[in-house]
């Protein structure tokens, strides 16, 4: 798609949400910075609208009023970009590069929006020193996370620097696949990071994820060696069928085990970012899988034993 910007990667970077008051993405009460692109295609992904780098149209079909009489969107169309439909629907031409700006702002019932703004450094530290209240009492801060946050490694590693010198608590979530002087470079301006292992065994890894994970346990590893005291939370999203047994954790907790100040988190499956693929035009790649809850519970008991070393 066209980007309706140039953006100096340094200083200017795409993100498609800021969320206030999480609790669940570092220590105390923070700030998350959602940025576009990601190198991995999770079959599980609840935020289908981050994979991609570039601004995205997303459609609701329950917002739309054309079947009122609106056409709006269609007025603007020079090259059939968008179509109309028997059922009084619209279809986006996804082959054909727009500027999605131009048709979610022509909307009037905000069925279409986009995803991603093209942000600078201080627009972004603006919104999120706003909750800066909430970290001094809790010991929060900001959190990078995406999509994947080294998707855009100059871009993140300005806001932190920038961060820093506002002397905010720092974090980022990764999956860990990027190259290793990006990785190395946001760490020094880190208080703790989130690092995602979805799986040590490499075939399940590129089936589930289409990469590989030589790349993220590597990058793992020299980080525990380069940055001995920094915090690392490793989180393990729990996949029916893909890393659900016991043995997929334990072969995690093998991995960790003798790496200095790692704690560790499983985190439960969920389908909440089903209805997204539908508003960018995909299906969602899982079956109508459910996680067993007392598995679990077992698997949560096998995990905490990396937190009780220490």
């Known amino acids: 798609m066209i980007e309706s910007k140039q953006c100096d990667k340094s200083k200017q970077g795409y993100v498609f949400n800021i969320q206030s008051y999480s609790v669940h993405d570092g220590p105390g009460i923070r700030t998350i910075v959602f940025l576009k692109g990601c190198p991995l295609k999770c079959r599980w992904c609840s935020n289908p609208e981050s994979q991609k780098s570039e601004l995205e149209l997303a459609y609701n079909s329950c917002k739309c009023i054309l079947s009122s009489g609106c056409t709006e969107c269609l007025s603007l169309c020079s090259n059939d970009e968008i179509r109309k439909t028997e059922c009084n629907e619209i279809i986006i031409d996804r082959n054909i590069d727009i500027d999605p700006n131009i048709f979610a702002d022509a909307c009037p019932s905000k069925a279409l929006s986009v995803y991603g703004k093209l942000m600078t450094v201080e627009e972004v530290l603006k919104l999120v020193e706003k909750d800066s209240v909430f970290y001094a009492r809790s010991g ?78 590597d990058n793992f590893i020299k980080l525990c060696e380069k940055f001995p005291k ?81």
């Not at 300005?158 to 506002?166: M, N, P, S, T, V």
């Not at 969602?284 to 096998?302: C, F, G, R, S």
């Open 140 to 217: 929060g801060g900001l959190t990078i996370s995406g999509g994947e946050p080294l998707s855009q490694p100059e871009f993140t590693i300005e806001l932190l620097k920038a961060a820093k010198k506002r002397r905010m608590n720092t974090a980022i979530e990764t999956c860990g696949y990027t190259n290793w002087s990006n990785l190395e470079q946001v760490a020094e301006f880190l208080d703790t990071i989130l690092f995602d292992i979805k799986s040590v065994n490499k075939d399940k890894h590129l089936e589930f994820t289409k990469a590989s994970n030589e790349l993220i346990l």
């Open 230 to 310: 920094l915090n690392k939370l490793v989180r393990t999203p729990v996949i029916p069928g893909f890393n659900d047994s016991e043995e997929d954790i334990e072969e995690i907790v093998n991995f960790l085990k003798g790496k200095p100040n790692v704690s560790y988190e499983l985190l439960a499956y969920h389908r909440l970012g089903e209805p997204k693929y539908e508003y960018i035009d995909r299906q969602y790649p899982m079956d109508e899988v459910k996680l067993d809850m007392e598995k679990m519970k077992k698997l949560k008991v096998i995990a905490e034993t990396i937190n009780s070393i220490k």
